[in-house]
């Protein structure tokens, strides 16, 4: 039998504050959402000033990103270099820059989803929050 590591609620706390960090740095009022391997929702902290639909926009990029392995942006690059029938892919819906795998020991345990901001800060917040597993 395969083992791998997981997720414990001590690390999304960890991952959970520095991605607050990170945004409130830059002052970016964003959403952050983190999931477990399955795309399971852990966690979702709205800050202060983040757009309620910010709350469904961030763990659909986490989801995203922890099922397909890889980060949510790959498959927003995809649809726009014209294959846009990856839109009817089932169960992947936040297919924008934001979701972050987060690989341990070469396993994906888990996503973290940012919304709130332009795409690419986004992106920076989940993987400051990621760096904090160290």
């Not at 902290?45 to 980060?71: C, M, W, Y």
């Not at 726009?80 to 936040?94: D, E, H, M, Y």
């Amino acid at each position: 039998m395969q083992t791998k590591p997981v997720l414990s609620l001590g690390d999304v706390k960890r991952i959970a504050a520095a991605a607050e960090a990170e945004a409130l740095a830059n002052q970016w009022p964003v959403t952050i959402a983190i999931v477990d391997d399955g795309g399971h929702l852990l966690w979702l902290q709205r800050l202060d000033g983040a757009a309620p639909v910010s709350a469904h926009i961030a763990p659909a990029k986490a989801h995203t990103a922890a099922l397909g392995r890889r980060e949510s942006r790959v498959y927003e690059e995809v649809i726009n270099q014209g294959r846009t029938s990856f839109l009817s892919a089932p169960t992947i819906a936040g297919m924008l820059e934001g979701g972050v795998p987060i690989l341990v020991q070469g396993q994906c345990v888990g996503a973290v989803g940012v919304s709130g901001v332009k795409s690419n800060e986004d992106a920076q917040v989940a993987k400051a929050g990621i760096a904090a597993l160290g």
